[in-house]
């Protein structure tokens, strides 16, 4: 359950090729250690970590600024409900804030490299799981991976019949309604497609199956796997440290 990319070259490659299993670990990982951000310095020292390592480690800087504004306006409500809630107590509220950012912001950059017709590769073959949730799980997302790409087709072809955003704030509202509810059409046109091919090739009721491409593991998978556990340590090396 393979798809082909075009490769690039560089750093980029090599996330590319590392077992989705492997970038999972990291966004996983992060998880846990955001619960042992307790203060603010711990908050602090824990994001200037995390943005040397992913700006040194992803190739695109811009991209990992995208991800860590998404996580901080994440953090940012949490820290104005916090603060709001807790007695305008500035530092429990930053505290709460940077929390949201050192749980969200790694799995956040590494989503976008995990490709899911190889997850389902690496989830069956490696983690031995139920081959009928796995062909689901697979599909699920690569219909999701593919929002994007509807959304804008559908976007160029209302601008070349002449049908783009103009008007007020209720033509574009309606506008944006129009494609949402295209979108959903289209996105459950798509899935039914699938599902009936599904069906057509027995995996309703196959019971031995084979998989496309093998799932190794190799020496680049467990150094990631090994530093996505390292840096979301690094919060509670430092809570156990204080």
Not at 34 to 39: D, H, M
Not at 208 to 216: F, H, I, L, T
Request: glycine content about 10%.
């Amino acid at each position: 359950m393979t798809t082909r990319h075009s490769v690039p070259t560089g750093r980029r490659s090599l996330l590319l090729h590392v077992n989705p299993l492997a970038l999972a670990v990291v966004g996983v990982a992060a998880v846990p250690g955001s619960l042992a951000v307790r203060t603010l310095p711990i908050a602090l020292v824990t994001v200037a970590v995390y943005a040397v390592v992913l700006l040194l480690v992803v190739p695109s800087v811009r991209y990992t600024l995208l991800c860590l504004a998404l996580a901080a306006f994440a953090g940012l409500t949490v820290a104005y409900s916090t603060w709001r809630l807790g007695g305008h107590d500035e530092t429990l509220a930053l505290t709460a804030g940077l929390r949201i950012v050192v749980l969200a912001w790694p799995g956040a950059v590494v989503a976008v490299f995990v490709d899911p017709a190889r997850l389902g590769d690496h989830l069956a073959q490696n983690l031995r799981l139920p081959a009928r949730p796995v062909v689901a799980v697979t599909s699920a997302l690569q219909q999701a991976a593919g929002l994007l790409v509807t959304w804008q087709q559908l976007v160029r072809a209302r601008r070349a019949r002449g049908a783009g955003p103009a008007g007020g704030p209720v033509a574009r509202s309606r506008y944006g309604g129009g494609l949402v509810f295209a979108l959903l059409v289209s996105s459950l046109r798509g899935a039914s497609r699938q599902s009936i091919a599904l069906d057509a090739r027995g995996f309703a009721s196959a019971h031995g199956r084979s998989w496309a491409e093998p799932a190794p593991w190799t020496g680049l998978d467990v150094a990631v796997a090994v530093g996505g556990a390292l840096l979301a340590a690094v919060p509670v090396v430092l809570l156990v440290a204080v």
